[in-house]
């Protein structure tokens, strides 16, 4: 399946998580011990604008995340324009910019921080949230591909052990070193 397609599908399923946070969610503790709501949120808007250029194939820089004042308009806007973006004819062709990694992997790793990080919003603020199951597949496998290197690159922790009755994202989310069923 196109890539901008699964992205589209998991912006769908990112909306309705952003949309219902509130003022009071945002100092919340999330599943990333690292990052509170407020803290997450930026981080992943400023993802969704970086993969804009990796798309297009100019460099990215996540030396440093702004801060999105007006995240609760610039989310939507912001990935509309990644997909879009990713939609484009050989965005997933080539290299992507400065990551050096073939495109349709770095169009991969936006799709992965999209769906990973909005669940993670959906267990900090109180919401459920499961992924396109299209989506899922292909987060499956890149969390499978790229586990080593994303653990190298301090993206992802060690997995976690999953629990016996673990949904399939569940268990995604185990291997990428989160606990599944995280509660603040």
Do not use: C
Request: negative net charge.
């Amino acid at each position: 399946m196109k890539l901008s397609v699964l992205l589209d599908r998991a912006r769908d399923h990112a909306l309705p998580v952003i949309a219902n946070i509130g003022d009071d969610d945002l100092t919340k503790p999330t599943p990333r011990a690292d990052y509170d709501v407020r803290a997450l949120l930026d981080h992943l808007l400023h993802v969704v604008v970086e993969f804009q250029k990796l798309a297009v194939k100019q460099d990215a820089d996540f030396s440093h995340t702004p801060s999105y004042p007006d995240w609760r308009a610039q989310f939507p806007a912001e990935t509309a324009k990644l997909v879009e973006a990713w939609g484009q004819p050989g965005a997933d062709e080539g290299i992507a910019g400065s990551m050096n990694m073939p495109a349709q992997t770095v169009g991969g790793l936006a799709l992965l921080d999209l769906t990973i990080h909005a669940s993670d919003l959906a267990q900090a603020t109180g919401q459920r949230f499961e992924p396109d199951t299209e989506v899922l597949a292909e987060v499956a496998g890149l969390v499978a591909q790229m586990g080593p290197m994303a653990q190298e690159w301090n993206v992802f922790k060690a997995p976690v052990e999953a629990p016996a009755d673990a949904s399939p994202f569940e268990r995604v989310l185990a291997d990428t070193g989160r606990n599944p069923r995280w509660s603040a």
